[in-house]
T-cell receptor, first 113, second 114 residues
Framework: GESVGLHLPTLSVQEGDNSIINCAYS??????FIWYKQESGKGPQFIID?????DKRQGQRVTVLLNKTVKHLSLQIAATQPGDSAVYFC????????????FGAGTILRVKS | DSGVTQTPKHLITATGQRVTLRCSPR?????VYWYQQSLDQGLQFLIH???????AKGNILERFSAQQFPDLHSELNLSSLELGDSALYFC?????????????FGPGTRLTVT
């Protein structure tokens, strides 16, 4: 069925440490993946995306890794800051889903100062 | 600020009523997507319009309908409201017709059905 990271875990990290948020996706045919950040009371905000022909993509302080063998996606945040505290969602796209994004349940990131 | 606007920000209404949520996409974006976010269901795709035409449907109830107008703004109509329809409703926009483009989300409309 359509499922991406159904659980909603919480990750607590110390300010300045690196954070790694994981996501398991279910559709091996998915060809596009996105990470979104959602702060309380706001809409999801695009962080970074990656296509299935890549294994790694870097942005500003963020890196997304894609392991298609085990259908796993991760988001690494370097030098985590209090402003990074939010819920992080991964999403996948596949034509099998009918040209739509399927979102995971999300991971709560709490940054301790 | 994503450039996507949604009105109203909050809406409180009674069961059985009908409401209309409005979305204006970013300048230049032709696609509009609607999502529902509830505590028990997460972020669920409802429907996608591209340049006025429906492109994809998700878990949208028959009581719900949407349209995209020539000026590209979109409206989501929710009728015969039930308590379970209480949720955050987000609109997102993107430049292309395929969902494999970066989508920019609006601030959402919080609907409370009493």
């Amino acid at each position: 069925g359509e499922s991406v990271g159904l659980h909603l875990p919480t990750l607590s990290v110390q300010e300045g440490d690196n954070s790694i948020i994981n996501c398991a996706y279910s559709n091996s045919a998915s060809d596009y993946f996105i990470w979104y950040k959602q702060e309380s009371g706001k809409g999801p905000q695009f962080i970074i995306d990656i296509r299935s022909n890549m294994d790694k993509r870097q942005g500003q302080r963020v890196t997304v890794l894609l392991n298609k063998t085990v259908k796993h996606l991760s988001l690494q945040i370097a030098a985590t800051q209090p402003g990074d505290s939010a819920v992080y969602f991964c999403a996948e796209n596949s034509m099998e889903y009918g040209n739509k994004l399927v979102f995971g349940a999300g991971t709560i990131l709490r940054v301790k100062s | 600020d994503s450039g996507v606007t949604q009105t109203p920000k909050h809406l409180i209404t009674a069961t059985g009523q009908r409401v209309t949520l409005r979305c204006s996409p970013r300048s230049g974006d032709l696609s509009v997507y609607w999502y529902q976010q509830s505590l028990d269901q997460g972020l669920q795709f409802l429907i996608h319009y591209y340049n006025g035409e429906e492109r994809a449907k998700g878990n949208i109830l028959e009581r719900f309908s949407a349209q995209q107008f020539p000026d590209l703004h979109s409206e989501l109509n929710l009728s015969s409201l039930e308590l379970g329809d209480s949720a955050l409703y987000f609109c997102a926009s993107s430049v292309g017709a395929m969902s494999s483009y970066e989508q920019y989300f609006g601030p959402g409309t919080r609907l409370t059905v009493t």
